[in-house]
């Protein structure tokens, strides 16, 4: 409950900025204040799995930092990050084959700020930049706030449609002189639609971005939850100078800590620092401890592990139920990893309308057309399968394909 | 160490968003990279003193947190804060006269992401915004990195120049039909000048909200931590339609928790929502619950009075130091809260110049320029005496003395 303002109140419409036009709420928010009832199963959220939390294992470096330097996790931290979390990440990055120093990355307040930042940083109103349809939707929220120009591209099964991509930026360059500023992709597991880029992509993407001098914004949170198959070379592994990196650790370990890393050409990331400290100034020190003291012990490798086996475990659960309750016109994707699979209906199925629906059968997902810059996607919709139990995957799956079944006249 | 772009690397500075030109590096942090040498005594900073941070109990706190709802303090949170928090918050809110519900209140990633928010949704680039002359420099980092046109108005010993204003708002209303989007004001202990408003000139400040319809924002970190004197309403407390206030856990708990709040106008608060989803979808869930139960255990005040009595006695100290060592050219306030003492000197000593005589005599200061939105005054400096120990301040004003005595030509 709130006061609100008196009759001499602000007009507070009259005073914003040109950009909030553009801002929009997250849709997902939205829609599930309409989900907040008794019995709905939600394949809706991008939540990791809480049961899984290593719990004891915080408790454990939290109570050792306290006990041992809690004055200095309590202060303000240097803007790019606590130096022995930088250090510890950069060596884990070189294991992984990329090749960079502590200049080359920063620590964010999560990955929502890395794409808010490289948005401050690159995007003045009505620069074009490209992303694939669908595409992540907090990226698309942080980027409508700095008045941005979408190019969509489509996604296939193997990732980002490459021929496609190229002649539209030949499009744009050579016929209508724009210049996109840059390409945003996310490789692994791809939120929402859950496809991987393949290697040969990989290498051809890092071609274009050469050849049109374009940067790739490469956003991989779910690259180390890989549960089967063969993994690929990250985009910055095969290019630092034309490839800014994001990371996080929501996925890997805790979204309650907010805490993510870029990885780039130490310009840019000497550019970030300046923004984020107009921003937040630095992250949480705490946190950053936290994050710290957990690497250092080694158990993050275990604990992903263990992700990876109950993951998959809920992957193979949905896929089977999908199977199982779906109509076979429903088609969807088979993720390697990560937390989503993407549902594609026939044009029939307008997954917009389908909502209300499924609330009332007590079943949510996001529908497809968030992920779309220009929303012109009506038949598709989001899954999760790492938060929901093996029962409500099983019985939401069902829900679901009930409908699917009434709407195709079955 | 950083690893460089090769030939083929991007020309950042050609990809770079317009408003990049704007945005300017923390000149503390700048400065304070020649700082770091041994022996050196740096009123520079702006932290709280850590010797007195409560470890312990948040120590416990933590703990008892981990244990008993771990898997929710490492989740992600809604984004307008954990509940819990904020309706604790409003509590105290409305013990100190100001009448809100839990609608007009935001949980903030500490008070400088409240002003890059402000910032964004207010500020189009040229839009014109009111500060006082000096102010907080986080600020003005926040705003210049959405362009704004600043209008600085003087503060004297009772704060910004009432009447000044006015004529100002006027002259730009009325002659340059410019209609300024909000006024940004320090009213307490200020940071830099270490001057408090007086009631009389707060009601005037509001009534000139009021009567040209122009926003206030309130930035108050120090006003709980008041050592001596009479305390006034917050401006928040007299209008909740014109001011947004932002407050902060930094200087009253710990700025490690990255944590802070704003108050204002549903309407406004619901569009900070949308904004904040696109930056760091929410704070941190852990040290939101940590700040939740220190709150809970009634374990703040206590320890705001262990503060107050230990700054007190540092800002006396700093004071009488001031007196012995300083030549009676050098004027300075003498706050009676906060952190910082604020230095004027004779024209002829211009303090950017001196800062590198400082470093080699060991001992560091900001330099006022930087508090001045058109760094525009060069006789001025902020130090710092929450962070420095009794001998630090002591031997640093010493030194400072003995320079402005050279200076001086005594």
């Known amino acids: 409950m709130g006061v609100s303002p008196d009759k001499i109140g602000i007009e507070w419409e009259k005073v914003y900025a040109e950009r909030v036009k553009g801002m929009r709420a997250s849709e997902i928010r939205e829609l599930l204040k309409f989900a907040k009832q008794p019995g709905l199963i939600s394949l809706a959220g991008g939540f990791p799995d809480p049961t899984l939390f290593p719990v004891e294992q915080i408790r454990e470096v939290t109570d050792y930092i306290l006990k041992n330097y809690g004055s200095d996790a309590l202060q303000y931290g240097e803007t790019e990050g606590l130096k022995e979390l930088r250090q510890i990440l950069v060596e884990r990055m070189n294991k992984d084959g990329i090749n960079i120093g502590i200049d080359n990355l920063i620590i964010t307040t999560a990955s929502q700020q890395a794409l808010d930042m490289t948005a401050k940083i690159f995007i003045s109103p009505k620069d ?11 990226a698309l929220q942080a980027f409508y706030a700095f008045e941005a120009e979408f190019v969509g591209i489509n996604v296939n099964d193997d990732g980002i449609d490459i021929e496609i991509l190229e002649d539209r930026i030949k499009d744009l360059i050579f016929k209508k002189g724009i210049k996109p500023k840059f390409i945003y992709a996310i490789p692994n597991f791809h939120n929402p639609a859950g496809v991987t880029l393949t290697l040969e992509r990989r290498k051809k993407l890092i071609e274009i971005s050469r050849r049109y001098q374009i940067p790739i914004i490469e956003d991989d949170p779910y690259g180390e939850i890989r549960f089967e198959g063969e ?19 929501s996925k890997i370990l805790s979204p309650g800590l907010r805490l993510g890393w870029i990885i780039g050409d130490p310009e840019v990331i000497r550019k970030i620092v300046i923004a984020k400290q107009g921003e937040d100034l630095a992250s949480p020190s705490l946190t ?28 193979d659960l949905m896929i089977e139920s999908m199977i199982k309750y779906f109509p076979e016109e429903i088609k969807f ?15 029939s199925i307008n ?35 790492s ?14 394909g009930n409908l699917f079944k009434k709407k195709l006249g079955k």
Chains 1, 2 share one sequence.
């Open 128 to 138: 074009t930049i490209i992303v694939e349809s669908p595409t992540y939707l907090g």
């Open 231 to 249: 993994s690929f070379p990250s985009l910055i592994s095969l290019d630092t100078s034309h490839v800014i990196a994001l990371r996080t650790f």
């Open 288 to 315: 950053q401890y936290i994050a710290y003291e957990f690497l250092k012990r080694g158990y993050l490798e275990p604990y992903l592990e263990k992700v990876k086996v109950e993951y998959k475990k809920k992957r």
């Open 333 to 347: 994707t088979r993720p390697e990893g990560g937390l989503f699979i993407w549902v594609m209906c026939p044009e």
């Open 351 to 385: 997954t917009e309308e389908l909502f209300f629906e499924a609330i009332k059968e007590k079943v949510a997902y996001v529908i497809g057309a968030s992920f779309y810059a220009h929303r012109d996607v009506h038949n598709c919709m989001r899954l999760n399968f």
């Open 387 to 400: 938060m929901p139990s093996y029962e409500q995957i099983d019985e939401g799956i069902k829900r679901l």
